[in-house]
């Protein structure tokens, strides 16, 4: 069960409409990030996990030139793409760390699509990239966590974010398949109506930003066979199972009353082998599915 298999991860990007009005390169939000809001000139809460993968929202960066690759094509990955690479500093009481972050891809899009020749201002960037695993949460920090976005040498200024012990998302796309979510059988075949998960059955669901790990793995390789598990720092991982009808995502079990769900450990719950930042759960499915009342719609 704990092997790579063939799938594609994909990340919701939250582009925003426009674009800020300030000078130089701005770090407008995430990837996966449900909170981006922007007031005025105030920039985003954005919280990051340690090993998390994400795309950051960048605007006022130049045209990316199409000379220059902007996906990587290799492992250990790069820490710089068409041009542009991101730095990520940590202030201890010994002092700064800084971290170059490996880079999956860097692309853009207009958000202007009147102009002919987008200006920066107009062009929304999208780097999709590793948290560094080795950053660290602990009380030794006495500083905060920053990103840096550099173009030919170029940077940017310091964007504070939020550090957090995890910053979870499931993987909603398979290669080869047409289904949006990414849960597997044993064999790797992606389940879907044709080919169901059956009660008692160990499917495998793919997912990001787990956090800190039993062995540390470098930031931007590829996991070893040998994969090490996630440590849960707050509370422990489990996987909730509901069979209400019309079941919708739901987040805090506070308000579970009159919700048909249970919960379960995962029979493994760690990174990949074989992919640089992607998790796996292994999960046994319950013995019996309960019978409930067909959905509306």
């Given at each position: ?14 582009a ?40 950051l ?51 853009q ?81 992606v ?24 062995d ?25 199972f ?35 930042g ?20």
């Amino acid at each position: 069960m704990q092997r790579a298999l063939p799938l594609i991860g994909s990340l919701v990007v939250l582009a925003l409409p426009y674009a800020l009005a300030q000078n130089g390169p701005t770090l407008v939000g995430t990837g996966y990030n449900a909170d981006v809001q922007v007031s005025g000139l105030d920039l985003p809460s954005i919280v990051i996990a340690p090993g998390q993968v994400t795309t950051l929202q960048v605007v006022g960066l130049k045209a990316i030139r199409p000379d220059l690759p902007s996906k990587a094509t290799t492992i250990p990955l790069p820490t710089s793409l068409s041009g542009v690479s991101v730095t990520i500093n940590q202030n201890f009481a010994s002092g700064p760390v800084s971290f170059a972050a490996p880079l999956f891809s860097v692309s853009q899009v207009t958000l202007c699509p009147s102009l002919a020749s987008p200006t920066p201002d107009c062009l929304l960037t999208l780097i999709t990239l590793q948290i560094p695993f080795e950053l660290v949460l602990n009380p030794a920090i006495i500083g905060p966590v920053d990103i840096v976005i550099s173009q030919h040498g170029l940077s940017s200024k310091a964007f504070g974010v939020n550090i957090t012990f995890d910053s979870i998302h499931i993987v909603t796309g398979c290669a080869a398949s047409a289904y949006s979510t990414c849960v597997t059988h044993a064999d790797g075949t992606v389940v879907a109506p044709r080919s169901p998960a059956h009660a008692g059955e160990t499917v495998v669901v793919y997912a990001y930003g787990l956090g800190a790990t039993s062995d540390l793995v470098k930031t931007g390789t590829a996991t070893p066979i040998t994969a090490p598990t996630v440590v849960p720092k707050n509370f422990p991982v489990t996987v909730q199972f509901d069979f209400t009808p019309n079941a919708r995502p739901w987040q805090y079990r506070l308000f579970d009353f009159g919700r048909n769900v249970s919960d379960a450990a995962p029979e493994f719950a760690g990174l990949t082998p074989g992919f640089v930042g992607l998790y796996q759960l292994n999960v046994k499915l319950p013995g019996t599915f309960p019978a409930i009342s067909a959905c509306n719609g």
